[in-house]
């Protein structure tokens, strides 16, 4: 323990020796990754080839499916719209969240806890239920439209909620929360003696932030943009909601119009949309290492961590503070307001009578019926079980990409960035296929482990991203002494880095659980009678109309969640 | 005789005994069926759980599976209720695989269910009931229509005076060209939906006056969609005024609990699918998914849909809420009721050659493309 206490910028490859548990442990987890990615992916890719589905009899192998989507200008326009719903990701959501973040873990700004529990809704809220809240309040017959117009005696809004710029919009804030959580995770764990040191030195609060703790947490940074950038591409519920009224697709949509022209499931054409979805996404794996390893990362959470206090922001707080609470009206309260007013009224819009349309019947309806009710504990069941041994696993994989074998250790990062970048519905399509074709798998397809593991796949790139930060945050040092002390590779890890680890990984725990609780499209293809699970049945129930029901659903998904987010910061979860 | 045990029994045997009562008068044959069928009710019992995959919602699917299971006791269905599309491939999959699936599939997509009849995977039957439904309802003794699905012009009542409503197709097509109504309109994406695209083509192939409608649609900038549900929300919060085209059960469904929606038919030919049902060849429960079939057809099967389910009835046998007579009544006449059938024209539907012709039009008139 000589080292100095402040300066523990250890770049990443220094502390990978050739120790930790033996190689061929790494090895075992690099096949166990690659048979759990690949095998999906590689269906895929050869299904992309394929003139007929890859089980029917005939079939002609060939690249009509990909000049099929490729000269196809609704592709291109689906295209273009996606990388604009990025690029309005990256661009709005980054700088926020970092920026709340900020306020939130090191500053006196008010109501602190009250805006991180707020900011946690749109995260476990399904897309399509946020896009019908925003339709209710602030749509063209929306609520809060309404008495907007009234006020000012318009007759429309001077806003919409269905154009190309509004759904970038909405969807840049409301992915605001997934930057927060992951950059405030970080944020807190680091040591806060660098900070102190600027502040004594004169630094005001905006160059502490600028200049000593963005750049601290840069890798979080460069992961949340990157993430932006994949779940950009994946996104789906929003514009399925808001994007029919005016014609706007995006990749994820654009699978739908595929089908309706052949009139059978195209499913070529749907693996060719996959491939390029999957080259992109290799791409900006690629990226990422690029940005973050020439950097080194750095280990800042070691045994002598201390927590500085609160930096003042003085004449900024209370302006700063209604800047969040108007944020947090606009992404938030008020479309979580929109939805559970839908959830406890018949109908809606202008010269309804909202307290004469008030009924309790949406929530009775879910309770009569079986299949609803079931779905409500199958998904706490997923979440929590299958979300625990999920963070198990990506933590794991995090392991082995910070410290197995060079080799190894790419090959896991750029396997762990795949599954996100496929379309859910793809995904799903394709899970459900190796769990009908291989042998192995069948006895396990009717029971939710086969949906626990389709979410495991699906939500990797996400959950190894969680964890590698959080990883990236512990110093070696106390590993270190424990080895010298005479402990085994992996007796140290357990004895020295685990329990400091522990905040982190119970973090994840939650935002995993968060994740599997409103995940949807992966599991369409898996529902059978006894393992329904709520964010698929609000697919479903989407199609045939029951809005009334999905309404009612996701404000119980909203209830669980808080319950148990609230309950876990009272056992101390989330430590200040 | 004073242990209250013992003065239970009596009651306890009376209460078995009424129960087991309809036990045994349900196994006879229903009335009107040749005696053999009781061969096939026997055989039933002795095969195992029932497989249904279908695209009508569990909620309003339940009536029927109660009342089966009360005319059948012993029959045990695990219902999943699957979109279309899903339905499609789940099964095609299934079969390939070799894993257990469906053994009825019971779906809205008529082209894709006769799909698979002439794809060979339909067990072929003779139902007793066929002799009560017209030729357009069955195809092959292999696909069965069993539901009338009328499409209906939806408003908002609290945005539409009844007076203002168009009385025909032409007087619509003046009224989406006014200029009035820009925005306010909602209908199917037919590129998107695949029940959207049989609609809108069979309107085509019937309607004359479809070309106007369509370019009407175009320049009221209609909002095209490929959900039931989002074109209801958008006419009962008043986003839109009208939903052109809009599944009539799923419309009468959600007049249960919105007075505000109104619902009309046209009296110039109103268009109706029909959900049709098939049951696997490769099953294992045939008898169980016969006596299924045949309850769907059944008088009983479509009583239950017309007052319960409120899924139009097929039959014109059938008094209730949701009817073939209340319907024929509504549209005014017979002549005025245009079905599509249970055919082979529906495959021409499927030809990339035959869908372009329809989707370029439509593009044309809808788009300006």
Sequence with gaps: MTTPPISQKLPAQAVRPARGPLPWGWWLLLAAVAVAVLSPLLLLLWQSFLSNPFFAPAKQVGVSAYSQVLTDPAFWRAFGNSAVLAGAMIFIAVPLGAILAFLVTKTDLPFAKVFEVLLLTPIFVSPIVLGVGFIVSLGPSGFVSGLFTQLFHLASTPWSVYTLPAIALIAGLTHVPYVFLYVSTTMKNLDASLEEAARLSGAGVWKVMTSVTLPLVRPALVYSAMLMLLLGFEIFGLPLVLGDAKGVDVITTYLYRLTAVTGVPAYGPMAVVAMILILLALLIVFMQRALTRNKGSYASLGAKGYRAQRLKLGSWRWPLAIITILYLLYAVIIPMAGVLLRSLVRSWGPGVDLLGALTTANYAAILSSPDLSRSVVNTLVVALVGGGVAVAVYLLVALGIQRAPKGASRTLDYLAGLPRAVPGLIMGLALFWLFIFVPALKPVRPTLISIALAYMVVWLPYGVRLLTAALGQVSKDLEEAARIGGATATGAFLKATLPVLKPGLIAAWLLIFMQFVREYSSAVYLLSPGTEVLGAQIVQLWGTGAVDSIAALSSLQIVIIVAVYSLATRFGVRPE | ?369
């Design chain 2, 1 to 369: 005789m004073r242990n209250p045990v013992l003065l239970a029994r009596p009651v306890l045997s009376l209460l078995t005994l009424s129960l087991l009562a309809p036990v045994v008068h349900a196994q006879a044959v229903p009335n009107g069926y040749p005696a053999g069928y009781s061969a096939t009710i026997n055989a039933a019992k002795k095969e195992g759980k029932l497989i249904i995959y279908s695209s009508t919602d569990q909620a309003s699917a339940q009536p029927l599976l109660d009342d089966f299971k009360k005319e059948y006791p012993f029959a045990n269905v695990e219902y999943n209720d699957i979109g279309t599309s899903q339905l499609y491939s789940r099964f095609l999959a299934e079969a390939a695989a070799g894993t257990p699936t469906a053994d009825v599939l019971w779906s809205s997509a008529m082209d894709l269910q006769v799909k698979l009849a002439a794809d060979g995977y339909a067990l072929t039957y003779a139902s007793p009931e066929s002799k009560n439904f017209g030729p357009e309802s069955v195809y092959q003794n292999q696909a069965f229509g069993t539901t009338l699905e009328p499409a209906a012009l939806i408003y908002n009542k609290r945005l539409v005076k009844a007076s203002e409503l168009p009385a025909t197709h032409a007087a619509f097509a003046a009224l989406l060209s006014g200029g009035k109504l820009t925005g306010k309109l909602a209908t199917w994406d037919p590129e998107k939906s695949g029940v959207g695209f049989t609609l809108m083509e069979y309107d085509n192939a019937s309607n004359k006056d479809f070309g106007a409608v369509s370019s009407g649609l175009g320049k009221a900038q209609a909002g095209l969609y490929s959900s039931t549900g989002a074109m209801l929300e958008k006419v009962t919060s008043g986003e839109a005024l009208y939903g052109y085209n809009i599944i009539g059960s799923y419309a009468l469904l959600r007049q249960k609990t919105v007075p505000d929606l109104g619902m009309k038919f046209w009296k110039d030919g109103t268009i109706a699918f029909q959900r049709v049902a098939i049951i696997n060849k490769a099953t294992k429960a045939p008898n169980t998914a016969k006596l299924f079939l045949d309850y769907l057809l059944s008088r009983r099967g479509q009583l239950v849909m017309a007052n319960q389910s409120l899924i139009y009835s097929l039959r014109s046998d059938v008094a209730g809420k949701a009817t073939r007579a209340v319907l024929t009544q509504q549209v005014g006449g017979t002549g005025n009721l245009r079905v599509i059938g249970v055919d082979k024209r529906l495959l021409d539907n499927l030809v990339p050659a035959t869908r372009t012709a329809f989707l370029n039009l439509w593009r044309k008139n809808v788009k300006g493309q």
